[in-house]
């Protein structure tokens, strides 16, 4: 859910990157965007929201009233599995996070990121808490104001507060990827340490399945590990040309991610009763990796349709605001009976990709400008001297 914002030289000599880290960091520059990744991302939010929608067989009373697989036959079938752009979101987030980071200080990345991830967010926070206080489904309880206030810091999972909206957990998993990324971007990054950086937490996340470490498991989950990584190795095939290390790193992280994934779909399919096969999960996943890869070794660079370019800034404040705004909707338009299921299905979606381009064009986009400008005027200010 990250945007390509930096300049990107590939190199076909890994050895000549190691002396990144001794290099000062100049301000980064805009790079050409990669609209193929843009087009991965807008695949990867409209197969989340169309999974919601139609392709959940399961507590479905408080939205549809009625099973999806019963409303939509004939998606049903492929949009049960669309819950699997998670985990495109996430290997593109290897991609792309390392992309971003690359010639940048620590606090370039954070400020960065945190302009990246929060203002949307907040407002999406609003949303959510008015539409639980004003909408209600009448199932479910809505978040107190204390979790709602919470939720705000996009810290509420170790906090054990609620999320208002449900997609909010991988924001989550994303912001502890970027805070386990600050350690290899402190040294600066090179070839070599985000390597090694990529093997050693690769086998912490398969340690944290052997042993109680509840810090471990954290930072290192060896599914979303797994996909990060991926992400990561093929960034630097895209950067430096792919070599042997680096097909080894990503036949490892496949391999660790296969079997976690199995065994999450075996539960869903068992203990949950989701109508969703394991291996055609699996199937659908290294589909992503084959995407994915083909545009770290440059074959989708022909892609370059600028259009990508807005549709991919819309992915984010769609993905925040679709869940719960989404089913008010149907609640409200399906379950008063004043449209189909087809046309409530059309209707939610058109709107919600509005509300999408309006959060970004008179929300995100001019807070992120504001905040940039306070945070770069006072980086300007001298530092306030304390008598001693």
């Known amino acids: 859910m990250s945007q390509t914002d930096v300049k990107v030289t590939p190199q076909n000599d890994a050895g000549d990157a190691g002396g990144a880290a001794d290099a000062p960091h100049p301000p980064p520059t805009r790079a050409p ?5 843009d087009a991965l991302r807008v695949v990867a939010a409209l197969s ?10 399961a507590a479905t009373d408080a939205n549809w ?11 049903f079938p492929y949009t049960s599995y669309g819950s699997y752009g998670v985990q495109l979101f996430f290997i593109i ?9 690359w010639d940048r200080s620590p606090g370039q990345f954070v400020r960065a990121r945190f302009l990246r991830l929060f203002p949307a967010y907040w407002f999406s926070v609003v949303v959510a808490l008015l539409v639980w206080r004003g909408l209600p489904d009448g199932e479910r309880k ?3 104001y204390s979790e709602a206030l919470t939720n705000l810091t996009m810290v509420q999972t170790p906090l054990a507060a609620r999320h208002l909206v449900g997609a909010y957990w991988t924001l989550w998993v994303e912001l502890t990827f970027y805070l386990i990324f600050l350690v290899v971007l402190w040294k600066g990054l090179d070839y070599v340490r985000v390597s090694v950086f990529c093997w050693l937490w690769l086998l912490g996340s398969v340690l944290a399945q052997k042993d109680d470490v509840p810090l471990l498991g954290i930072f290192a989950q060896p599914l979303n ?29 496949w391999l660790v991610m296969q079997s976690d994934l199995i065994q999450h779909a075996d539960h869903v399919r068992d203990e949950q009763g989701m109508d969703r096969q394991p291996y055609v999960a699996l199937a659908l996943v290294t589909v992503f990796y084959l995407v994915v890869l083909a545009v770290a070794l440059h074959k989708l660079d022909r892609i370059r349709w600028t259009w990508l370019t807005t549709a991919g800034a ?16 149907i609640r409200v338009l399906f379950g008063d009976g004043h449209l189909g299921a087809w046309a409530t299905l059309a209707l939610t979606t058109s709107v919600l990709i509005v509300l999408a381009y309006l959060v ?15 945070l770069a005027a006072e980086s300007r200010k001298p530092p306030v001297e304390t008598g001693g």
Request: net charge positive; hydrophobic share 50%; aromatic share 16%.
């Open 33 to 37: 965007r990669l609209y193929a990744l």
């Open 48 to 57: 989340v929201l169309l999974f919601h929608f139609t392709g959940v067989d």
């Open 65 to 75: 009233g009625i099973n999806p697989k019963a409303l939509f036959p004939s998606i």
């Open 93 to 101: 987030s290897g991609f792309v996070i390392c992309l971003s980071a």
């Open 142 to 144: 809505p978040p107190s």
């Open 225 to 253: 590990t797994a996909l990060f990584v991926s992400g990561i190795a093929m960034y630097l095939m895209y950067r430096f040309g792919p070599d042997l290390k680096l097909w080894g790193l990503l036949a490892a992280s």
């Open 314 to 329: 819309l992915v984010y404040p769609l993905y925040l605001l679709h869940e719960e705004l989404g089913w008010a909707m």
């Open 360 to 374: 970004h064009r008179f929300v995100e986009r001019p807070l992120q400008r504001w905040l940039r400008a306070r």
